[in-house]
T-cell receptor, first 114, second 108 residues
Framework: DAGVIQSPRHEVTEMGQEVTLRCKPISGHDYLFWYRQTMMRGLELLIY????????DSGMPEDRFSAKMPNASFSTLKIQPSEPRDSAVYFC????????????FGPGTRLTVL | QKEVEQNSGPLSVPEGAIASLNCTYSDRGSQSFFWYRQYSGKSPELIMF????GDKEDGRFTAQLNKASQYVSLLIRDSQPSDSATYLCAGSGNQFYFGTGTSLTVIP
């Protein structure tokens, strides 16, 4: 299996622009997670899906962030408008089961908002 | 208080020594615990998971869980320079919580 795939790997944008991050989970995994990692706050869970349905988005920092999972093999995380404080590494992870199961992480997208 | 607490380090040990990484958690409902290794600029990768009280060994790695004390640890025996990384502890119950990680450097 190719593992979790994320794109782009790096994104540099200007404040106010829309940013879309993409993720393809491991086939057969029913759970998909979006995380944000910064030096100050570590890994933070933003949102997770079960069978394409958003289950908990309480970690989404504000309304500028939105996530979708239109099918089992694709998810997006969108930031509109972006701000410099959104600069971080965003990881997507997937697992077969819920929190008691191993999560497999993608390579991450390093986002820089100028 | 964060759900999972780790000493951020840095922790330095000489090559061949035992590295001991510790983690405490606040949610008594947490059932499963995971140790991830993250190299600089890379994504977290799972090293071990543990569900039951006691020790679990896998090669040079031993995970220890004490639910009464709400304590999880990871021991790395015969530490190698390639073990130099940040180690993330995670606990799961109704949610999945990561600690902020402990930076380990193994000195040749």
């Amino acid at each position: 299996d190719a593992g979790v795939i994320q794109s782009p790997r790096h994104e540099v944008t200007e404040m106010g622009q829309e940013v879309t991050l993409r993720c393809k989970p491991i086939s057969g995994h029913d759970y998909l997670f979006w995380y944000r990692q910064t030096m100050m706050r570590g890994l933070e869970l933003l949102i997770y899906f079960n069978n394409n349905v958003p289950i908990d988005d309480s970690g989404m920092p504000e309304d500028r962030f939105s996530a979708k999972m239109p099918n089992a093999s694709f998810s997006t995380l969108k930031i509109q408008p972006s701000e410099p404080r959104d600069s971080a590494v965003y990881f997507c992870a997937s697992s077969r089961l819920a929190f008691g199961d191993t999560q497999y992480f993608g390579p991450g997208t390093r986002l820089t908002v100028l | 208080q964060k759900e999972v607490e780790q000493n951020s380090g840095p922790l330095s040990v000489p090559e061949g020594a035992i590295a001991s990484l510790n983690c405490t958690y606040s949610d008594r409902g947490s059932q499963s615990f995971f140790w991830y290794r993250q190299y600089s600029g890379k994504s977290p990768e799972l090293i071990m998971f543990i569900y039951s009280n006691g020790d679990k060994e896998d090669g040079r790695f031993t995970a220890q869980l004490n639910k009464a004390s709400q304590y999880v640890s990871l021991l790395i025996r015969d530490s190698q320079p390639s073990d130099s990384a940040t180690y993330l502890c995670a606990g799961s119950g109704n949610q999945f919580y990561f600690g902020t990680g402990t930076s380990l450097t193994v000195i040749p």
